[in-house]
């Protein structure tokens, strides 16, 4: 009960994630109202969107390479981890199996964390567009408007 008045510092951190966390879940909702139309809106398609924006921030925290960086970035982790567990359970999925459905998102999440950091590091200049036409649940007419509007987020965002 105590215990978190001792530590201000990892405190003042657990706030600064959770406002880019909220960050993350604004911009992710801005994109699906806006480049994808809401009849064609499933999870996956939300899930990739908020995976690219998500990486986007945890892009930024790692350029910057400081040990509270490091803790940001995995309190970000952490909470998105415990909205796929929230998503899930909502759905009415039993506690025998969630970790099923749980893990295998966050395998999702790092394979499309380690293919977007292998873009970053080859490029240094975003090339979303290759990658947002291989996933097959996302509009193709929109692509090329949902590349661009990520390229203007990633450039935009401020850490």
């Known amino acids: 009960m105590f215990f978190k008045y001792f530590n201000l510092k ?4 657990n706030d600064q994630s959770l406002t880019f966390y909220k960050e993350i879940v ?6 699906i109202k806006n480049d994808i139309s809401d009849e064609n809106v499933n999870f996956n398609d939300v899930f990739e969107i908020f995976c690219i924006v998500t990486i986007f ?10 040990t509270n960086s490091k803790i940001i970035s995995q309190e970000i982790i952490d909470s ?5 567990d929230q998503h899930f359970r ?3 999925i039993g506690d ?21 950091d292998a ?15 291989k996933i097959d649940t996302l ?8 590349a661009s509007n990520l390229k203007e987020l990633y450039n935009r965002i401020l850490i």
Not at 10 to 13: G, I, T
Not at 61 to 66: A, E, H, V
Not at 80 to 84: E, H, N, P, S
Not at 139 to 146: A, C, G, H, L, S
């Open 10 to 13: 990892k405190n003042n951190l």
């Open 26 to 31: 604004n911009h992710s909702n801005n994109f």
């Open 57 to 66: 921030y945890l892009k930024k925290l790692k350029d910057k390479n400081t």
């Open 80 to 84: 998105f981890v415990r909205d796929l």
């Open 90 to 92: 909502e759905q009415g």
């Open 96 to 116: 025998m199996s969630i970790g099923k459905y749980v893990k295998k998102y966050v395998k999702k999440f790092y394979y499309r964390l380690k293919i977007l």
């Open 119 to 133: 873009v970053f590091e080859n490029n240094k200049e975003l090339d979303i567009n290759e990658y947002l036409y």
């Open 139 to 146: 509009p193709k007419e929109n692509i090329d408007q949902i």
